[in-house]
């Protein structure tokens, strides 16, 4: 417990420097900034300050990450509640009362209760962050070639069930996902797969370059083809938080803060189901469910603190076992590879500071949301009026130079091409890019597990199911694979009405 | 078998029988590439260790899923005959920025002509073309847009440029 309070002590003094202070400002800035325009989401920020990072020392290059992430999430109320837009998906359940409340006159009020809950979210979720990552970090180190396997599997078939939309275009998209993880020289044998001969096709698409393209190019191409009218934004009054609502909402918050957190540790799922599964809760709990929709602030509440506690909660799987806990954590973590960083089960034995780094990171994150959450709305507003037209070749220009910036091969830029058109194309038929994304980040993890797994067995599938937390993982996709099929539901409504 | 869809995100039944016919394709074409690949008997690795083993069954199984999905929509009418197609502006103007932005990142960056001159073409041009008709709307002249198009990109080019070069320093393209 103390070693614990004295590492993270450690972590935060490192980070009490000039540079590092300028670099959480700057960072929680352009974070919040990215989360409020609507159509930019926090994973397209991530991807895009990684390459703008690649440079810089490893900490400083996550601790910038860490802030975009944590300020995106947050400045995703700021349209919600404003324009009735969700800056980012994770703010679409904020909305429903923050606007509401707007239209009362109340928006300033509700832009404070927004920061409260997302400065309080993501502190509860870093203290589940210093206190969980060890604790699983031990039981990561038991997971062996099979449950790897499915927990990969997992990440991608619960993603494209539970992040909204079609399951089976999700579960689609996903599988698409491990395939083009395949591409390229394969992991144990070295032999070209699908590369049709190019050299460049040989070595596999990078990740970064991947995303930037799946999240931020297919952005630009989205908000171009959706003409968006003009932003009318309501008068407001003050948007200090106060403290009475803090305690009038203690429990909201705390309930939040734990559903938030604990989603985000789930693979794959991320902020946006953290806030419904947080403002459902939170409704569920109330003593005036009517109010929720119609300008409730337990509701605006639970959803801010359920979305931003999810991020230290997504970051839990990646620093032990190397599973993003939601997209922007997928960025994340490909970051934390690229700078050497290599997150997993053995993170608690080979460098136990890095994780109260990252968690000293999410404290600075945390001042950097409360610091422009008190005094940047004006500059916000105006951010939000800037059209679309003017900031997307901006944009565009940075996904490009960024993604050279890599590795400066032109293939790079031609990968972000590509994947911005499958992004953009899989968005316009409905089928979610999150799953294809995790799917491309685990499709290593899962094809290397499954043939170790295959060939420690001798082909044998059995431990594949026997084995404990194996057979609890199958067990749960096969359980989230049935509750979806309309027969399986059927029998639910009929047990349920003669129950 | 076919799986539930919530209503707001349903599209014309005939159009998910289309992107499930190309499923099909893929997932068809990704099983046989795998099936054909060389399973390196030569090094008598194990045949678990096979090279195509992964990429075969997801090739099969999006196969199957790309199925089911074509099943589901034809039961959901994709045979009858379609509606009225509707010609979007939306449509034609995702045509122009897509093309701009593959004149940009594959004909202008990369080949010779200057980043910076090659950033400042794209953002003014961009900016002039599309942002057009909301500057008429708020009475500018074609002057005015084209002066504004044009610091917008000159600003873009020059802040990108030193940032990239002198900040990140990274080799810009």
């Known amino acids: 417990m103390f070693s614990g309070l004295v590492s993270f002590w450690q972590s935060l003094a490192s980070f009490l420097t000039f540079e590092s202070i300028v670099y959480v400002l700057a960072s929680s800035l352009v974070g919040v900034v990215i989360g409020a325009l609507p159509g930019l989401t926090a994973t397209m920020g991530v991807a895009l300050m990684t390459t703008l990072t690649i440079k810089m020392p490893s900490n400083q290059a996550l601790l910038v990450l860490i802030c975009t992430y944590v300020g995106a999430i947050y400045g995703g109320s700021r349209s919600a509640i404003l324009l009735n837009i969700p800056g980012t998906p994770a703010s679409a359940a904020s909305c429903l009362d923050g606007y509401a409340l707007a239209r009362q006159g109340l928006a300033g009020r509700a832009m404070g209760i927004a920061t409260t809950g997302s400065v309080l979210g993501t502190l509860i979720g870093m203290f589940f962050l210093a206190w969980f990552t060890p604790l699983l970090g031990e039981v990561a180190l038991k997971f062996g070639a099979y449950e790897f396997f499915w927990l990969a599997v997992f990440g991608v078939i619960v993603s494209a069930t539970l992040t909204g939309g079609d399951p089976l275009k999700g579960w689609i998209a996903g599988f698409a996902g491990l395939f083009i993880a395949t591409i390229g020289q394969d992991g144990i044998h070295a032999l070209e797969r699908f590369s049709f001969g190019s050299r460049d096709l040989a070595g596999g698409f990078s990740l970064v370059p991947a995303l930037v393209g799946a999240f931020g190019f297919a952005e630009i191409l989205v908000a171009m083809h959706e003409k968006r009218p003009p932003v009318t934004i309501n008068p407001f009054d003050t948007v200090i938080p106060k403290l009475k609502d803090v305690w009038q909402y203690r429990r909201t918050i705390v309930r939040s803060g734990v559903i938030g957190t604990f989603i985000g540790i789930v693979p794959g799922v991320g902020e946006d189901v953290a806030a419904w599964s947080s403002y459902a809760a939170a409704k569920r709990a109330s003593k005036n469910p009517e109010e929720f929709g119609k300008g409730s602030i337990d509701g605006l509440m639970a959803a801010e603190t359920g979305d931003n506690a999810c991020v230290p909660g997504a970051i839990i799987p990646v620093l032990t076992l190397q599973i993003p806990g939601s997209a922007p954590a997928a960025v994340l973590m490909a970051a934390m590879l690229i700078h050497g960083v290599k997150p997993g089960p053995m993170i608690m034995i080979e460098s136990p500071q890095f994780v109260y780094d990252v968690v000293a990171m999410m404290l600075l994150a945390t001042l950097g949301i409360l610091l422009y959450g008190l005094t940047l709305t004006r500059f916000l507003i105006q951010v939000l009026r800037v059209p679309t037209t003017i900031i997307t070749p901006m944009l565009f220009v940075l996904c490009t130079v960024g993604t050279f910036a890599l590795a400066s091969r032109l293939f790079d830029i031609w990968t972000m091409l590509l994947f911005g058109v499958i992004g953009f194309v899989l968005r316009h038929y409905r089928f979610p890019v999150a799953p294809l994304v995790l799917g491309i980040v685990l499709g290593d993890l899962m094809e290397k597990s499954l043939r170790r797994g295959l060939v420690l067995s001798d082909g044998d599938l059995m431990p594949f199911v026997t084995r404990p937390i194996s057979a609890v993982l199958f067990a749960t996709i096969v359980v989230v694979i049935l509750l979806r099929l309309p027969a399986v539901q059927r029998l639910l409504r009929i047990g349920g009405t003669r129950g | ?173």
């Open chain 2, 1 to 173: 078998m076919s799986i539930e869809n919530t209503p707001q995100d349903e599209l014309p039944p005939r159009v998910d029988l289309y992107a499930a016919l190309i499923w099909i394709v893929i997932g068809g074409a990704i099983a046989a590439g795998a099936w054909n690949m060389d399973r390196l008997e030569h090094l008598h690795i194990n045949k678990y260790e096979a090279p195509g083993l992964v990429p075969g069954l997801l090739g099969a199984a999006m196969l199957v899923l790309g199925g089911v999905l074509a099943l589901r929509s034809v039961r959901r009418g994709a045979l009858r005959p379609p509606g009225q197609a509707k010609a979007g502006e939306g449509g034609r103007r995702l045509a122009w920025v897509f093309a701009a932005t593959l004149l940009y990142a594959l004909v202008l960056v990369g080949h010779g002509i200057p980043f910076w001159l090659a950033t400042f073409a794209f953002v003014a041009g961009f900016i002039g073309v599309f942002d057009a008709d909301r500057q008429a709307g708020l009475g500018r002249g074609l002057a005015a847009q084209a002066l504004r198009a044009s610091v917008y990109g000159a600003c873009t080019s020059a802040i990108v440029t030193l940032v990239f070069e002198h900040v990140f320093l990274v080799r810009l393209p």
